[in-house]
C-alpha cells in the first residue's frame, strides 16, 4: 500500500470557474479540480531484474495499478469521492533470494484493492481540510482473502499563501497486518520559484511522475503551458507489505517490498482533464523480507540498484 492522499485532493480550487477559451492552466501549476463525474487513472512500472546482494537470486517486477473516482460536489466549498484502488504486482525471482527457511521463490504475484471516503471542505481563500478513510486488501496469490485486511486513514490541512506558495501537513495512520500500526506525517507544499518567470516548481507530497498515488519530494520546470519536465525521489509510504501464501513455511507470514525510486519524466496534458506522464530512473535502497505473525523479521535481503521505467494515464470522465 502507498501513502494515501492524491493529487487532486491537493490541489486548491479557484474562487470561479475558468474561462471557456485561453489556453490551460500550465502543466506544474496549480491545477482547477475540475467539475467533472470523476477522474480515473492508469499507471504501469517495470523494474528491470537486479542480484540479490548475498544470494545468486536476483528479481524483477511489473507493477500495474489503477483507480475509478467519483466526485460528488455537496457545496461550494465540500467535496467528497469514494475512490478503488486496485493493482497487480507481478514478480520474477531468479535461483534463490535467500528469504525462507528452505529456500525457494516467496511469491510470484501480489494483488492489492482499497476502497475508501475522501473529503476536502474549503474554510476560505487560504484553508483546506483533506481527509480519507480506507479499507484495504493486500495479499500474495494463494494467501486467504480475510487474512489481507487493513484499515486506516489519511487527515490533513492545507494553507495557501497566495499562487506561488502553499504548504500543508498530512497524517497516515494505517493497521499492518503484522499487527502493528503504522503512522507517518507526510509534509507537503508547492513553491513557484521566483525567477525565470514561474517556470520552475518545487513540489512535496504528491507527484506527477511515478506508479500509482506515490509522494516524495520533486522539481518540475515546465517549458509551454501544457507541458512540464519533473525529477523526484518517490518516497512510496507505507511501501509493499502483503500477506504470504497459506502454503508459505511461515504460517501466516508478511512480505515486505520497499524501495526508493529515483525518477526523472514528462507530463503532457493537451485538455485540462487529460494528461500522460513517461519516467524513467533507478530503484534504489531496495530491500525485500519476510516477516513472521507478530511482525519479527524472519530474513530480509538488500537488492541492488535497477532501472526501472513507466508511465501514467489519467483523465476527467
Do not use: C
Amino acid at each position: 500500500m502507498t501513502l494515501a492522499p492524491q493529487l487532486a485532493w491537493s490541489q486548491p480550487v479557484p474562487t470561479a470557474p475558468p474561462p471557456a477559451e485561453g489556453p490551460p492552466t500550465a502543466v506544474g501549476q496549480p491545477q482547477p479540480f475540475p467539475l467533472v463525474l470523476g477522474i480515473f487513472d492508469l499507471s504501469g512500472v517495470q523494474t528491470f531484474p537486479a542480484n540479490v546482494a548475498g544470494t545468486s537470486g536476483s528479481m524483477g517486477s511489473t507493477f500495474v495499478t489503477g483507480r475509478i473516482a467519483p466526485v460528488f460536489r455537496v457545496s461550494s466549498k465540500l467535496y467528497l469521492s469514494v475512490p478503488l484502488d486496485g493493482s497487480v504486482s507481478f514478480y520474477d525471482f531468479r535461483g534463490d533470494p535467500g528469504l525462507l527457511p528452505g529456500g525457494g521463490v516467496p511469491w510470484d504475484q501480489v494483488r492489492t484493492y482499497a476502497v475508501g471516503l475522501q473529503g476536502r471542505y474549503r474554510i476560505d481563500e487560504h484553508w483546506v481540510l483533506l481527509g480519507e478513510t480506507n479499507v484495504a486488501s493486500a495479499g500474495a496469490r494463494g494467501s486467504a482473502f480475510d487474512d489481507t485486511i487493513s484499515v486506516g486513514g489519511t487527515f490533513g490541512a492545507r494553507y495557501q499563501f497566495g499562487p506561488e506558495l502553499s504548504v500543508g501537513l498530512l497524517l497516515t495512520v494505517q493497521s499492518r497486518l503484522a499487527r502493528s500500526l503504522f503512522i507517518l506525517p507526510v509534509p507537503t507544499f508547492e513553491w513557484v520559484l521566483p525567477f525565470d518567470q514561474g517556470r520552475w516548481r518545487l513540489v512535496g507530497g504528491g507527484l506527477r511522475i511515478g506508479p500509482g498515488r506515490t509522494a516524495g519530494v520533486g522539481l518540475a520546470y515546465s517549458p509551454v503551458p501544457q507541458l512540464s519536465l519533473h525529477t523526484g525521489l518517490v518516497l512510496v509510504g507505507l511501501g509493499r507489505e502483503f500477506r504470504l501464501p497459506t502454503d508459505s513455511p511461515i504460517p501466516n507470514g508478511v512480505g515486505r517490498d520497499s524501495a526508493l525510486p529515483l525518477l526523472a519524466g514528462v507530463d503532457w496534458r493537451p485538455t485540462r482533464l487529460l494528461h500522460f506522464s513517461l519516467w524513467g530512473g533507478v530503484a534504489v535502497q531496495r530491500v525485500i523480507g519476510v516477516l513472521d505473525q507478530n511482525g519479527n523479521i524472519v530474513q530480509e535481503r538488500d537488492v541492488n540498484p535497477a532501472a526501472l521505467l513507466g508511465g501514467t494515464i489519467a483523465f476527467g470522465l
